[in-house]
């Protein structure tokens, strides 16, 4: 999918399922969450808070999921959100999350997170530009099978946030205790 707005919905403005065939999917180049200027925030036709998630990789077991070049603010809750014991391969690259094209603030309405992976290993997030989300810019939640050191971050530029640019919630870890502290 390419050039596309996709705001102003209930749930996610994106859904990626597995179980629905979506395999080797590429979202590129689209407004998800704000309105057409990528500055301001589209609400709802009943004019409540946009959709839960811009992208929501959803049961994404033998998916490989490309996010590249798409504003993701906006949004209720997340920019990009993998669910519970998922364990697709994503590239979220080159996006602005949180903010618009410039990587200045979103008029209206701020997603919690940024980017929120649940027990999801082979990720890699770079060049994304992250910024004015409520909570944290990248927040990775693993269960004790699932080590988040299997997901590279890279080069982003994160600002802004309303708590820890890159938050690691890893078993009985809490909040980047004996992660590596990201730089």
Same mark, same amino acid.
């Given at each position: &999918? +390419?050039?596309?707005?996709?705001? @102003? /919905?209930?749930?996610?403005?994106?859904?990626?399922?597995?179980?629905?065939?979506?395999? *080797?999917? =590429?979202?590129?180049?689209?407004?998800?969450?704000?309105?057409? =200027?990528?500055?301001?925030?589209?609400?709802?036709?009943? @004019?409540?808070?946009?959709?839960? &998630? @811009?992208?929501?990789?959803?049961?994404? @077991?033998? #998916?490989?999921?490309?996010?590249? /070049?798409?504003?993701?603010?906006?949004?209720?809750?997340?920019?990009?959100?993998?669910?519970?014991?998922?364990?697709?391969?994503?590239?979220?690259?080159?996006?602005?999350?949180?903010?618009?094209?410039?990587?200045?603030?979103?008029? +209206?309405?701020?997603?919690?997170? +940024?980017?929120?992976?649940? #027990?999801?290993?082979? *990720?890699?997030?770079?060049?994304?530009?992250?910024?004015?989300?409520?909570d944290d810019g990248i927040y990775i939640i693993n269960?004790?099978? =699932?080590?988040?050191?299997?997901?590279?971050? #890279?080069? *982003?530029?994160?600002?802004?946030?309303?708590?820890?640019?890159?938050?690691? *919630?890893?078993?009985?870890? /809490? +909040?980047?205790?004996?992660q590596p502290v990201p730089?």
């Open positions: &999918a +390419g050039r596309n707005l996709i705001s @102003g /919905q209930m749930t996610a403005g994106i859904r990626i399922a597995d179980s629905d065939g979506s395999v *080797n999917t =590429t979202i590129k180049g689209n407004i998800i969450g704000a309105d057409k =200027t990528g500055a301001d925030t589209l609400l709802t036709a009943a @004019g409540t808070t946009p959709q839960t &998630a @811009g992208i929501y990789v959803f049961d994404g @077991g033998n #998916s490989t999921v490309l996010v590249k /070049q798409n504003i993701l603010s906006a949004n209720a809750t997340y920019g990009f959100r993998t669910p519970d014991n998922n364990s697709n391969i994503s590239t979220v690259d080159s996006n602005w999350v949180g903010c618009d094209a410039n990587g200045a603030e979103i008029v +209206g309405a701020h997603q919690n997170y +940024g980017i929120y992976l649940n #027990s999801s290993i082979g *990720n890699l997030m770079r060049y994304n530009t992250i910024a004015y989300n409520t269960g004790i099978s =699932t080590n988040p050191n299997l997901n590279l971050i #890279s080069q *982003n530029s994160i600002y802004y946030n309303g708590n820890k640019a890159i938050n690691i *919630n890893y078993g009985a870890n /809490q +909040g980047n205790d004996g730089t």
